[in-house]
C-alpha cells in the first residue's frame, strides 16, 4: 500500500472511464507502482513478470490471457481476471463484414481500384475489370459457428436473419448464451458435423492445448470443398501451414484472419486485419469498466467474478472482518481450515467454498479479527497458498 491506499499498477493505457471507477480514497493507479496489489494489463508480455509479494490480483482489460502467466499465478495464489462479453459487440460486428470479405473479394477490389487513380477512362476500367472480383451471397448458404459465447451467440443470430442456415457447436454452452440462440439455430455435438455441413466457419474459442491447431490438415479435409473459412479469436487456433496448402489447392476458398503473421500475409485469397476485432472506443471502455470493478470487489470484498483460475464467489459481508483462503482443491481442506481457525478461539459466523478445477477459495466471515497468529497458522496447512485478511468497509 502507498500512503494507506491500495496501490494498482497499470501495465498498458487504460480507459480513464475504467480507472476513474476505482474509489479515490482507497486506491492509487500509476504505471510506475512498485508494489502494487492489483495490475491493470491488456496485452503487454508478463509471462517473465517478476511478482511482488503484495500481488493479489491481474485484470486483463480484454478476453485472451497468453500474456499472463496463469499457472504460475494460481501456485502464489493470484487471481486472474479477464471481461467476457466486454468486447462481445465490437468483434461480432467486424464478423459480419469478415463473412462479406469472405464472399465478395471486396478486399480485392478495393486494393485493385487504387490501382487506377492516375489514370484516364477510370469508369469503363472498372466496368471490364469487376468480374474478376465476383463472389456469392451469403443468403441461402450454411454457416458454422464454433463456440457459441457471447460473440458466437450474436453472430448466429445475425447469419439467421441475413437468410443463412446456421449450425452452432459449442460443449461448454452456458445457460445464459443458450437463451440468446435463435431456436432456428442448429445445434450440433461436434465440430466434425460443423465441417461437413458448411459453406462458411467461423471460430469464436479460446486458445488452450485443446483447441490449438484446430484447423488443420485433418479437420480441413472433412470440410466441403470451397469452405470459407473466418478466424477472428486467435492466430494459433490455425495451422498456418496447412491453411496455405487448403488455399493453394482450392480446397479453402478464402480465409480471413484477424491475426497478420508473416505467413498469412504470403496466403493466396487470405484477408488480413491488423487485430482490430476490439478495437472500438466503446470495446475499451467496456473492457476497462469491467475490469476495475473486478480488481476493486476482489480486493476490498474478496468477491470473485470472471476469475480464469479461480472460481466465482459473492458472499455478502455482514460481519466485522473476512479471511479469504486460496488453496489447492484436494480432500479435507475445508474442514482443516476451519478446525484451524475455530481452535485459536474465533467464531466462525459465515462460511463459503467454491472450487474450479485444482484450485479452491475459501471465505470465513467473522466479529473479531483474526490475528497474525491464526493467519500464520493456517499460512501452514499443506495445500495453502494464500491467506488475507479483509476489514468491512
Not at 105 to 121: N, P, Q, V, Y
Not at 198 to 218: Q, S, W
Not at 227 to 256: F, H
Request: proline share 4%; net charge negative; aromatic share 6%.
Amino acid at each position: 500500500m502507498k500512503d494507506g491506499k491500495y496501490e494498482i499498477k497499470l501495465m498498458n493505457k487504460i480507459a480513464a472511464i475504467g480507472t476513474d471507477r476505482f474509489d479515490a480514497n482507497k486506491f492509487v493507479c500509476s504505471d510506475a507502482a512498485e508494489a502494487p496489489e492489483g495490475i491493470l494489463v491488456r496485452s503487454a508480455d508478463m509471462l517473465n513478470y517478476e511478482f511482488n509479494d503484495e500481488l493479489l490480483c491481474i485484470g486483463r482489460a480484454g478476453i485472451g490471457v497468453n500474456n499472463i502467466p496463469i499457472d504460475r499465478c494460481s501456485e502464489l495464489g493470484i487471481a486472474v481476471f479477464n471481461t467476457p462479453g466486454a468486447n462481445a459487440n465490437a468483434v461480432k460486428e467486424l464478423a459480419v463484414c469478415a463473412l462479406l470479405l469472405a464472399s465478395r473479394k471486396i478486399a480485392d477490389g478495393i486494393a485493385w481500384s487504387k490501382t487506377l487513380a492516375g489514370t484516364e477512362g477510370v469508369a469503363k476500367a472498372v466496368e471490364k475489370g469487376k468480374s474478376q472480383f465476383v463472389g456469392p451471397e451469403l443468403k441461402g448458404k450454411s454457416l458454422g459457428v464454433i463456440g457459441l459465447g457471447a460473440i458466437g451467440a450474436n453472430i448466429a443470430n445475425i447469419a439467421q436473419h441475413l437468410g443463412m442456415e446456421v449450425y452452432g457447436c459449442d460443449p461448454y454452452l452456458t445457460v445464459d448464451n443458450a437463451w440468446m440462440i435463435d431456436r432456428m439455430i442448429h445445434r450440433v455435438n461436434s465440430r466434425k458435423e460443423i465441417y461437413e455441413n458448411c459453406d462458411y466457419i467461423t471460430i469464436h474459442v479460446p486458445l488452450n492445448p485443446e483447441t490449438k491447431g484446430m484447423i488443420n490438415a485433418e479437420s480441413i479435409a472433412q470440410m466441403k470443398d470451397g469452405v470459407r473459412i473466418i478466424n477472428l479469436a486467435r492466430g494459433e487456433l490455425v495451422n498456418d501451414d496447412d491453411m496455405a496448402a487448403a488455399l493453394e489447392s482450392g480446397k479453402v476458398a478464402s480465409y480471413v484472419t484477424d491475426f497478420p503473421n508473416e505467413k498469412t500475409l504470403e496466403m493466396k485469397n487470405t484477408v488480413c486485419i491488423p487485430h482490430l476485432g476490439a478495437s472500438t472506443p466503446e470495446s475499451e471502455d467496456n473492457c476497462a469498466v469491467m475490469a476495475v470493478e473486478e480488481l476493486q470487489d476482489y480486493i476490498l470484498r474478496g468477491t470473485v467474478k470472471n476469475s480464469v483460475n479461480l472460481p466465482n464467489l459473492d458472499m455478502p459481508m455482514e460481519e466485522n472482518y473476512r479471511l479469504c483462503v486460496i488453496h489447492k482443491n484436494i480432500p479435507n481442506m475445508l474442514s482443516t481450515i476451519a478446525a484451524s481457525f475455530a481452535d485459536s478461539g474465533f467464531n466462525i459466523e459465515h462460511m463459503t467454498n467454491r472450487s474450479k478445477k485444482d484450485y479452491a477459495i475459501t471465505v470465513l466471515d467473522t466479529d473479531m479479527m483474526p490475528t497474525d497468529e491464526v493467519v500464520a497458522k493456517i499460512k501452514a496447512v499443506p495445500g495453502i497458498l494464500r491467506v488475507r485478511v479483509i476489514a468491512k468497509q
